[in-house]
């Protein structure tokens, strides 16, 4: 599902910012969108450079207070999420 908003505010340490990158944790305040049709995990893009749809990514996982430690070869499942 595409929702059209826009930025009002970004904070990042909690200090206002006019910018953010990749890899930035903020806080964003949007306008012109319903609370309801948004949600931990959704992605926002520019639109006219919309996030490319994958069968294949990479990704560095940090994982805390493992009763297992992980090692080569170790069988794990990711839980994949996505919108309709």
Do not use: H
Not at 7 to 23: C, I, K, N, S
Not at 48 to 59: D, G, K, L, M, N
Not at 60 to 84: A, D, H, N
């Amino acid at each position: 599902m595409v929702i059209r908003f826009s930025v009002a505010a970004l904070t990042l340490d909690e200090m206002p910012v006019q910018a953010a990158f990749a890899g930035d944790y903020v806080s964003a305040t949007l306008a012109g969108v319903d609370q309801q049709n948004i949600s931990v995990g959704n992605v926002i893009c520019d639109p006219s450079q919309p996030i490319a749809v994958t069968s294949r990514f990479e990704a560095r996982i940090v994982l805390f207070q493992l009763k297992v430690p992980l090692t080569k070869g170790y069988s794990v499942s990711i839980k994949e999420i996505y919108g309709k």
